[in-house]
């Protein structure tokens, strides 16, 4: 079965910083990823989603990720980080998820 | 609007109580499924199901059963053989397409 890793489960960065939230996929056939955010007591919401229409794959909220088969990675990021933007992020191939990253944004 | 309804947001019972989480949509979508979420474990796939009337186990399915009777309800049963039910539970469904998921705002079950 497909499978994707989350490397780290918490990643903290100071507002306006780069942020970077790291995802490497199992798969022999580049699949369908996603990435979704969750916060506090909510379902989660569509960030992304890579179909092979193209590697570098923009989403909501200013994040955007790149697929490198070469690397089997999908790493999520964001140039300047919002406090807004605390959360869980989970990396998916569905219906795996990884075991998500808690982002804390510092002021 | 179109969307995901869980109800209810908060749920206590009893130990030894079975209940049943509520799960509708009316994005007219086909597939449907219940995760289970604890903390630092991400989601775990407890059911699934494609079509009408028919479902299939995911990774932790034991203590847990569904039924699929319409296209747009998937309802959860967390019976007493489930050993640790306690959790954060959250349905998704899933239209044609690429395979994007849609969430409700997620239950979450306190069993005491």
């Known amino acids: 079965a497909q499978s994707v890793t989350q490397l780290g489960s918490h990643v903290s960065v100071s507002e306006g910083a780069l942020v970077l939230l790291r995802c490497n996929y199992s798969?022999?056939?580049?699949?369908?990823l996603f990435w979704y955010v969750q916060y506090p007591n909510q379902g989660l919401q569509l960030l992304l989603k890579y179909t092979s229409a193209a590697t570098l794959v923009k989403g909501i909220n200013g994040f955007e990720a790149e697929f490198k088969k070469s690397e089997t990675s999908f790493h999520l990021t964001k140039p300047s980080a919002h406090m807004s933007d605390a959360a869980e992020y989970f990396c998916?191939?569905?219906?795996?998820f990884g075991q998500g990253t808690t982002l804390q944004v510092k002021p | 609007d179109g969307g995901i309804t869980q109800s209810p947001k908060y749920l206590f019972r009893k130990e030894g109580q079975n209940v049943t989480l509520s799960c509708e949509q009316n994005l007219n979508h086909d597939a449907m499924y219940w995760y289970r979420q604890d903390p630092g474990q991400g989601l775990r796939l407890i059911y699934y199901?494609?079509?009408?009337?028919?479902?299939q186990k995911g990774d932790i399915a034991e203590g847990y059963s569904v039924s699929r009777e319409k296209k747009e309800s998937f309802p959860l049963t967390v019976t007493s053989a489930q050993k640790n039910p306690t959790a954060f539970y959250l349905c998704a469904s899933e239209g044609a397409g690429h395979g994007e998921q849609y969430f409700g705002p997620g239950t979450r079950l306190t069993v005491t």
């Open positions: 798969s022999s056939v580049p699949p369908y």
């Open positions: 998916a191939v569905r219906p795996n």
């Open positions: 199901s494609q079509i009408v009337n028919d479902f």
